[in-house]
């Protein structure tokens, strides 16, 4: 509820438009080779709402809606898509929350996304 607009923003660009746009641009060549996986980290936030962590949750289930669709419009086409949803891990995560700290949000999608070329 205290979270502002901008920190939203950014959460959904590292945690939803960044593996979004990954899988935009791999994409075609997976089409044109009519294989591919493409498998996503998203979180159990992403199936379940979580105490404080609405606007997190917004991005993973938003990760879920956008997936689990491509899946059906490519399964045809020899393209898989899988999401993993880890459960709870502990990190400082929740300590870095805050909108009351200034807290440097750096994008780990890259090690989570994973695009494989068979």
Do not use: W
């Not at 959460?11 to 979004?20: A, C, D, G, H, K």
């Amino acid at each position: 509820m205290k979270t502002d607009e901008a920190a939203e923003r950014k959460l959904f660009e590292i945690n939803y438009f960044s593996s979004v746009n990954l899988s935009k641009a791999v994409l075609p060549y997976m089409l044109k080779q009519k294989s591919g996986h493409i498998v996503v980290v998203s979180s159990i936030a992403g199936k379940f709402g979580f105490y404080l962590r609405s606007s997190y949750s917004a991005a993973k289930h938003a990760l879920h809606g956008y997936f689990e669709s491509l899946r059906l419009e490519t399964e045809s086409k020899g393209i898989k898509v899988l999401m993993v949803c880890p459960g709870k891990v502990k990190t400082n995560i929740s300590l870095n929350a805050s909108t009351r700290r200034k807290v440097k949000i750096v994008p780990t999608f890259f090690i989570f996304f994973g695009i494989a070329f068979l």
